[in-house]
């Protein structure tokens, strides 16, 4: 298994909001496998309520066939504008 | 041809002028052709600045002007409409200042007959001037002086008749005292905060305005406009669901987990969470939050207002917004929610910008780390990151012009000039200061506040920032790329400025980079949509002559010297925009826009935005 670390934070309404939680997925999973997995979480990365990056970078800017190793980390943040 | 257009609604066509010298007041009609042009608001400010503040007017001299610019939508029966421009020349950059302010002037002063208000000459007595339908009349005390905001808009509706509602504009004792970056509050906790405007109108001896009127106004289709209306808060309630909630300090903890959040005046870019975590939105909502405030017809609500109840910044109360949190908090290093709040109430009673207000205060507070100032210098007020009494404190210095706060209040530019050696310190471009995101953890906000028109902004600068995560083509520390993405929000930006509606809410009525929105043809009866981006291209390329007038040309297109440097931890450890860098994005920028390679509109540009007349 490899294990990615999600954090949601910004006040988003999730049960996961405020916590730091460890994802499962199978040995070789890849970036485009990201979103189903957020959406059995309650993440919708198509959504507008929510933005998620992965190591700092949104997640449509990494290669969508980069595998995914221990220590990644995903973030799910409101969609950040100025104020 | 459509320049012989009569718009149907969304305009009253009249502008009010007051010569505050001879106390002369008269009304003007405004030609629907600009209209068309430059659509209203900031477009309209533009114009007029270029055609009555020329390049060797000074920002706090007699010759200087003010103008107060709705655009077609503030006050349309909609949501949100509550925006209206200030155009001036500013103190704080000594050039061309637009700025843009909620609250419920912009629309009253719509009611009272005028798209446009605008102030000349010094008037010999301090004065507060009250507009009531199309008349003026001038409340002459020399007892305004002095006075707070909070203070003196209490003393000012006080005065008035009682009845219909009342909006006001005020200046604080940052002002009187010509703080380079002193604000104009408007009615009761909205400001035009940045560039100095506040001192432009107390060198008029001007403490106040207030507004109210019972015109209706015109607009072409009042059941479109409903239609629109009901339509616009739906999909606000999905896309700014946390506004309401939580405010724009919301994005104080993402930024922060991103490593863009400036920390100790931009030394670094990231603090631990278990630290950061005394300034966040949560933390604010959940120990000071008591009600939400809402700017004129606006179902977002976005206002947080706060209250200290408790502690040694006990009845402090303001309502924080992301930069204000921002800069008083982390830049300053401090992480006590209630020091931001008091902080933040300070420079709203004082009149002062809480961007460049704390910056300056962390500017004191990194020149006290060096050991390069000492409490001799400050009158024994010792202001060191992290302590936000201090902090309050210097802000009141700086209001008053004591210790260090007499050459602080002078503002970047004015500090360089005087002590050189500081300007590795003060984080800044073209004179305003940097706002809560370091352009090394996004590196289109460098070129963002390096080619803003009126110096470092996030807002008409463009704000990068949600582009840059979600851009499929580049990511935030690309350089490519990052001169299409600014152009293009600016452009919308100066039309958004134009219109009269909050940009929180834009996305509801499709005021995009690509808008379709029949939102101005219901409240003009001129289908605007297929222009507003041309438009607010022709706005940008009109300010930049503007700039180019008062002798800006690439060589002022700059990010301080502290970008250069890397950041030293955080999730953006190492990141830094070189001078190549950002050589990279300007050449980019500037090819883009149809300028030369010195940043001045080609010829051919002006043509194509009918701008010849700034040719000469």
Same mark, same amino acid.
């Given at each position: ?83 | ?73 503030? *006050? ?182 991103? *490593? ?97 207000? *704390? ?101 008409? *600068? ?155």
């Amino acid at each position: 298994m490899t294990r990615v670390t999600l954090r949601v934070i910004g006040g988003l309404d999730l049960e996961l909001s405020g916590r730091t939680t460890m994802v499962e997925f199978p040995d070789g999973a890849a970036v485009r496998d990201i979103p189903a997995a957020l959406l059995a979480l309650g993440i919708d990365c198509t959504s507008r309520k929510y933005l998620v990056a992965l190591n700092g970078l949104g997640l449509n800017q990494h290669p969508q066939d980069q595998a995914l190793k221990d220590g990644d980390a995903l973030l799910a943040i409101p969609p950040l504008m100025g104020g | 041809m459509e320049k012989d257009i009569k718009f149907q609604g969304g305009y009253t066509g009249k502008r009010l002028r007051i010569n505050l010298s001879l106390r002369e007041v008269s009304i003007e009609d405004v030609d629907p052709a600009e209209y068309y042009q430059y659509l209203g608001g900031r477009g309209m400010g533009a114009l007029w600045y270029w055609r009555e503040i020329g390049p060797q007017v000074k920002p706090l001299s007699a010759e200087n002007k003010i103008g107060f610019f709705a655009g077609p939508m503030t *006050g349309a029966p909609l949501i949100s409409t509550t925006k209206f421009q200030c155009t001036t020349r500013g103190p704080e950059s000594g050039q061309y200042l637009c700025s843009n302010s909620s609250g419920y002037f912009g629309p009253f002063m719509r009611e009272a007959g005028f798209d446009a208000v605008i102030l000349e000459g010094v008037s010999e007595r301090w004065t507060a001037l009250v507009i009531e339908n199309q008349q003026v009349r001038f409340v002459d005390d020399d007892g305004w002086q002095g006075l707070k905001t909070g203070e003196t808009r209490k003393r000012l509706l006080g005065t008035l008749p009682e009845g219909k509602r009342w909006a006001t504009m005020v200046v604080g004792p940052a002002a009187e005292n010509g703080v380079a970056f002193s604000s104009i509050m408007v009615d009761d906790g909205r400001a035009f905060g940045r560039g100095g405007a506040g001192a432009v109108l107390a060198s008029k001896r001007i403490k106040a305005l207030a507004v109210r009127g019972d015109q209706k106004l015109p607009v072409f289709d009042l059941e479109k406009c409903r239609a629109i209306t009901k339509s616009a808060i739906e999909f606000l309630k999905v896309s700014r669901a946390k506004h309401r909630a939580l405010g724009t300090a919301q994005f104080i903890e993402p930024v922060n987990a991103l *490593g863009a959040m400036p920390t100790r005046n931009f030394q670094t870019t990231w603090e631990e969470p278990e630290v950061a975590a005394g300034v966040i939105a949560q933390t604010m909502h959940d120990q000071y939050f008591t009600r939400n405030y809402a700017c004129y017809r606006c179902s977002i609500a976005c206002g947080q207002v706060t209250e200290v109840k408790e502690g040694q910044f006990a009845g402090a109360a303001a309502r924080p917004e992301y930069e204000s949190v921002g800069i008083l908090g982390p830049s300053c290093g401090v992480y006590d929610m209630a020091a931001v709040i008091a902080a933040n109430q300070a420079c709203d009673e004082l009149g002062m910008d809480t961007i460049t207000g *704390g910056n300056m205060v962390g500017l004191v507070m990194e020149l006290f780390q060096r050991g390069l100032v000492t409490a001799a210098d400050n009158e024994g007020l010792v202001v060191n990151f992290g302590d936000g009494k201090a902090m309050v404190e210097m802000l009141h210095f700086i209001s008053e012009r004591r210790g260090l706060g007499k050459l602080i209040g002078e503002g970047a530019l004015g500090i360089i000039k005087e002590r050189p050696l500081w300007e590795p310190y003060i984080l800044h471009s073209r004179g305003l200061t940097f706002a809560a995101y370091d352009p090394r953890g996004f590196h289109g906000m460098g070129l963002s506040y390096a080619t803003s028109i009126r110096g470092a902004c996030h807002n008409v *600068g463009g704000y990068t920032v949600y582009e840059e995560l979600l851009s499929g083509k580049v990511d935030r520390f690309a350089t490519e790329g990052k001169g299409a993405m600014v152009k293009s929000l600016q452009d919308v930006r100066a039309y958004i400025d134009s219109t009269g509606l909050c940009t929180v809410a834009r996305g509801g009525f499709g005021l995009t980079n690509t808008p379709t929105s029949e939102v101005l043809l219901a409240v003009t009866g001129y289908n605007f949509a297929p222009r507003l981006v041309e438009i607010g291209e022709r706005i940008i390329n009109l300010e930049r002559m503007i700039l180019k007038r008062e002798g800006v040309d690439r060589r002022q297109d700059t990010l301080p010297p502290r970008m250069r440097e890397p950041v030293p931890n955080g999730p953006t450890a190492g990141r830094l925009i070189s001078q190549e860098m950002l050589d990279a994005m300007l050449d980019d920028y500037y090819d883009l826009r149809g300028w030369d390679g010195h940043g001045l509109p080609k010829g051919e540009t002006l043509k194509k935005f009918e701008l010849e007349f700034t040719e000469a």
